[in-house]
């Protein structure tokens, strides 16, 4: 099992920027990949970024393209998602998840079997 801690969240202005963390613990060896996905009321959970474990390969949803970056520190289980140039659609509840085994891309929240509680980013106008 693998748990996560996710920290950084906040209130920023439009344009603004943010990082967020997430620390992982536990049985972190079994680790495939590691992602953000974001959920606001009445839209589903919805994929934001994605990082392999072992190779750095990288993901991003196309509305955050260009905006966000995601990062890894190996030797501190812990994954980054620095989110900049931030808009107001960008406000929403960001949750860390971390895949042990891929059945599903990487985009799709099956493929991940481990979720941080979630960290709150409020973007004002």
């Known amino acids: 099992q693998v748990q996560l801690v996710e920290s950084g969240g906040g209130l920023v202005q439009a344009g603004g920027s943010l990082r967020l963390s997430c620390a992982a613990s536990?049985?972190?060896?079994?680790?495939?990949?590691m992602g953000w996905f974001r959920q606001t009321p009445g839209k589903e959970r919805e994929f934001v970024a994605t990082?392999?474990?072992?190779?750095?390969?990288?993901s991003f949803a196309d509305s955050v393209k260009g905006r966000f970056t995601i990062s890894r520190d190996n030797a501190k289980n812990t994954v980054y998602l620095q989110m900049n140039s931030l808009k107001f659609e960008d406000t929403g509840l960001y949750y860390c998840a971390a895949s042990s085994a891929r059945w599903y891309g990487l985009d799709d929240r099956r493929s991940y079997d481990s979720w941080g509680q979630g960290t709150q980013v409020t973007v004002s106008s």
């Open positions: 990082i392999s474990w072992s190779v750095s390969t990288t």
């Open positions: 536990g049985r972190t060896f079994s680790m495939n990949a």
